[in-house]
Each structure stands twice: as structure tokens, then as C-alpha cells.
T-cell receptor, first 111, second 112 residues
């Protein structure tokens, strides 16, 4: 089993829709969690951290479920500019210098 | 904002050449990383460094070496480039364990 797993998609949704995707992780002792966004042929950019209590940044909501070992990202009122690949990132306690990336979920917003 | 700068966006090199990829960060971060990204394989860690002159192998170090003589600079070296090293190379730095990475804009290397 991979340490971090994501549905590769693509998720193809109409503009204005709400879309959510999950990321599961295998190490129960994982420490920190993030969502990154990567546009085609560009570098990944930090979208938001994921806190235990859940957190929101505008149209984006991130949640952590430690019991079931997954994080989620919800995008409301999706825009064409949200089309990208979303990578989840997990930092384990055991190796604080190493970050584990999911392979990404591709999202495509159609007009 | 932290800036991570990679010296080249695109490089074309011949098989057998020695290739240097340079990365500089401007925020005094201790941790720096080199990844490669390939379609279907995601990001794979090549090497990382947690301090000057310190380095550790990542998941795929074979065929690569690194150098960290100064805190702000982390270089990736392909000792003898091969076609299977054609890839997007991403450098990143990080302040501490609770913080995410900041990536450079990447170097797309083609080995012919």
C-alpha cells in the first residue's frame, strides 16, 4: 500500500459546482498535512495547511480525519481557474525532514 | 515571500555529460530538497540536506550527487547524464517541520 494515496481523477465538473476529494495516508503517526496545487508544467504551490480542527480559506475547506486517516479538500463555487492538479502532502513524525506527496488529483472545470 | 530560484528552466544535454542544476533560496532555510517529477510517478525525492555540508539520500539517489557548501545553495549533479534522467527537476526549501515546502519553478532537463 502506498504511504499516501489519491484518486488520480480527472474530476470534470461544471463551473459553480462543489467538488471534494480525499487523500488517505497509512502512517497513523503523521504530523502535518498540506494541500498543494500544481498547474500544467509549473511547480507545485502551497494551497493550504490542514489543521486538526479543519480550516477554511475562501472557497476552500480542508479537513483532517485522524481516526480514518484521511484529509479532504472541498472547493465551493468552482471557477475555471481552479483547474489544476491537487497534491496532498503528509509529513511523518518519524522522518521530519522528508515529506510524502500524493500523486495528485486532476481537476478540470468546464464552462 | 520565500523565493527559491533554479538556474535554468530548460536544459538539453548529451548522454554522458556531467550536468549541474543549481538552486538558491533567500530565506535562510535549513532544509533543502531535490525532487524529480515524471508523469504517472509523481514527485520522487532524490536527495535532501538539513544543513550546510549535510546530505541524505532520498528514494532515488542513483546516478545523482549533491553539494551544499553554503546554506542558501543546493546543487544537484548528474555525474554522467543518461536518457532515463530526462525529467522535470524541482528544488524546494522548508523552514521547519510544521511548514510546507516552497518550490522553485523547476528545470525541465532533456538528455539526448
Amino acid at each position: 500500500r502506498k504511504e499516501v494515496e489519491q484518486d488520480p481523477g480527472p474530476f470534470n465538473v461544471p463551473e459553480g459546482a462543489t467538488v471534494a476529494f480525499n487523500c488517505t495516508y497509512s502512517n497513523s503517526a503523521s504530523q502535518s498535512f498540506f494541500w498543494y496545487r500544481q498547474d500544467c508544467r509549473k511547480e507545485p504551490k502551497l494551497l493550504m495547511s490542514v489543521y486538526s480542527s479543519g480550516n477554511e480559506d475562501g472557497r476552500f475547506t480542508a479537513q483532517l480525519n485522524r481516526a480514518s486517516q484521511y484529509i479532504s479538500l472541498l472547493i465551493r463555487d468552482s471557477k475555471l481557474s481552479d483547474s489544476a492538479t491537487y497534491l496532498c502532502v503528509v509529513i511523518p513524525y518519524s522522518s521530519a525532514s522528508k515529506i510524502i506527496f500524493g500523486s495528485g488529483t486532476r481537476l478540470s472545470i468546464r464552462p | 515571500d520565500v523565493k527559491v530560484t533554479q538556474s535554468s528552466r530548460y536544459l538539453v544535454k548529451r548522454t554522458g555529460e556531467k550536468v549541474f542544476l543549481e538552486c538558491v533560496q533567500d530565506m535562510d532555510h535549513e532544509n533543502m530538497f531535490w525532487y524529480r517529477q515524471d508523469p504517472g510517478l509523481g514527485l520522487r525525492l532524490i536527495y535532501f540536506s538539513y544543513d550546510v555540508k549535510m546530505k541524505e539520500k532520498g528514494d532515488i539517489p542513483e546516478g545523482y550527487s549533491v553539494s551544499r557548501e553554503k546554506k542558501e545553495r543546493f546543487s544537484l549533479i548528474l555525474e554522467s547524464a543518461s536518457t532515463n534522467q530526462t525529467s522535470m527537476y524541482l528544488c524546494a526549501s522548508r523552514d521547519g517541520v510544521d511548514y510546507g515546502y516552497t518550490f522553485g519553478s523547476g528545470t525541465r532537463l532533456t538528455v539526448v
